[in-house]
């Protein structure tokens, strides 16, 4: 399995501003994914990160909103731009084990909006 | 679309055993997973069922599955406080990474 890390793990924010979240995988994986659970609702794939392209994006979630980067195979960032109270949740990052499709995820980062 | 649903919460006593139950919808599914969520936690793997096995054992955890009534259970036995959380039901298919999961059934222990 995977050991993966997020920064922040929790942060509240101002409406209107931007949040970068970090996540560090510690070894080398094809397939990288964003998710976001909101307050008692299930995960929500916002998209898949890809390695040297642009992120494929799920339907309701477009690149202007949750930018992402995936500058190498450990690394990814989404960005949770120009914030509104409805965009507070716990984002996740996720990664692809190596078998049976199993993934892995982050501890998550809870995201506040006021 | 796909969907998949499960109860949303599940009270048991320390020492019995605990019956989550999952329905889906996508008959093409080609794994059924568990995913266990403790507070402030992400979601760690519990087990997974390949969709043309009925059974699974895995220590305490034993996983049935009825393939065509689409309905998945995890049970745990001899539960623990430890075990409190809250338990997502998923389904995937082969190489396209996308899984659904349920809304999460938060199970309470009672010592």
């Not at chain 2, 065509?68 to 039901?89: N, V």
């Not at chain 2, 995937?92 to 199970?107: E, P, S, V, Y």
Request: hydrophobic share 30%; with cysteine.
């Amino acid at each position: 399995s995977a050991v993966i890390s997020q920064k922040p793990s929790r942060d509240i924010c101002q409406r209107g501003t931007s949040l970068t979240i970090q996540c560090q995988v510690d070894s080398q994986v094809t397939m990288m994914f964003w998710y976001r659970q909101q307050p008692g609702q299930s995960l929500t794939l916002i998209a898949t990160a890809n390695q040297g392209s642009e992120a494929t994006y799920e339907s309701g979630f477009v690149i202007d909103k949750f930018p992402i980067s995936r500058p190498n195979l450990t690394f990814s960032t989404l960005t949770v731009s120009n914030m509104s109270p409805e965009d507070s949740s716990i984002y996740l990052c996720s990664v692809a084990g190596t078998e049976e499709d199993t993934q892995y995820f982050g501890p998550g980062t809870r995201l506040t909006v006021l | 679309g796909e969907d998949v649903e499960q109860s949303l919460f599940l009270s048991v006593r320390e020492g019995d055993s605990s019956v989550i139950n999952c329905t889906y919808t996508d008959s093409s599914s080609t794994y059924l997973y568990w995913y266990k969520q403790e507070p402030g936690a992400g979601l760690q793997l519990l087990t997974y069922i390949f969709s043309n096995m009925d059974m699974k054992q895995d220590q305490r955890l034993t996983v049935l599955l009825n393939k065509k009534d689409k309905h998945l259970s995890l049970r745990i036995a001899d539960t623990q406080t430890g075990d409190s959380a809250i338990y997502f039901c998923a389904e995937g298919n082969t190489g396209g990474f996308k899984t659904i999961f349920g809304a999460g059934t938060r199970l309470f222990v009672k010592a």
